[in-house]
């Protein structure tokens, strides 16, 4: 039986992968620092193995390398250096090796919706090392034939975690806000975009690249619903969920954030600074994967998981 490793494995995305991997008659590892279980394990996660291992910890890479594992998938990597410590210990030992980067690797839009190739230009620290990630499994498979793949995610919507909403954040007050009818205020005129993305569409997005094997070697592929959505036009589907018309106002930015707090403003403009719109063409073509859910779709029943809807 293969073996495959999930570091991070009990992670939003790790309890919809382990359970495919398990359905492909892999023996399963999932490894993390805690041992807890996902936030939407899905059937099949109690046959997953765990293992607990912190990365910061001593010999991290090489223990993982121990494990033999044909798939390793690394969930959790932040740091371009991290990720070459893995890549060096797995050499000549792992069949395939995948990384999970971040769409975050592209800088704001000039064409939409965007290539993997186009605008790399990140304009924060979490993106240039996304973006230096992905570089660096292109450059390994092209110069050493080293077998590895970037997934590149938008933003992942899983039940019972709040997913970033129409003003742009996290804040859970903001879906309370509409189901009650309330007038929802939002920066500018609305047209910032967001691209969501369900979890179980990202595990299908690892698992089409191991199933793919030799087409996905020195990739990235982003991993986002099939179209973005603008904060207006998100905001008008949720108000309708609950009954409501659009019951929208706008300000300029400056004006708005004076009743927002600190985490609220400063997610808004990651976000805005961004408005992402990704393609999922690459995807579709080299690997035959499109996604099941789209943006609303995973919102929605993440909504129905939270009791909002």
Known sequence: MKKAVVIGGNGKVGGYLCPLLVKERFEVVSVSRSGKQPPA???????????????NGEGFAEKIAALNADVVVDMICFKVEDMCRLTDALKGRVGHFLVCGSAWMHGPSSVVPVREE????????????????????????REEGFPGTAVHPGHIVCPNTWPINP????EPWVFKHMREGKTLTLPGQGMETLHHVHAADVAGMFLAAIRAGKPAFGEGFHAVSDRAMTLRGY?????????????L??????????DASEH?????????????????????RLLGFTPRFSSLEAIRECLLSLGQL
């Open 118 to 141: 186009e605008d790399r230009q990140p304009i924060c620290e979490y993106g240039r090392q996304k973006d230096a990630m992905d570089r660096e499994i292109a450059r390994l498979y």
């Open 167 to 170: 003003q742009g954040h996290n």
């Open 249 to 258: 106002q706008f300000l300029p930015f400056d004006e708005w954030k004076k």
């Open 41 to 55: 394990a899905q059937a099949g996660y109690e046959q997953v193995q765990t293992l607990k291992l912190d990365r």
């Open 235 to 247: 905001a008008a589907a949720v108000y309708g969920w609950y009954g409501f018309e659009p019951r």
């Open 264 to 284: 609220a403003v400063d997610q808004y403009l990651d976000h805005s600074r961004h408005s992402p719109s990704y393609s999922m063409e690459k995807a579709k």
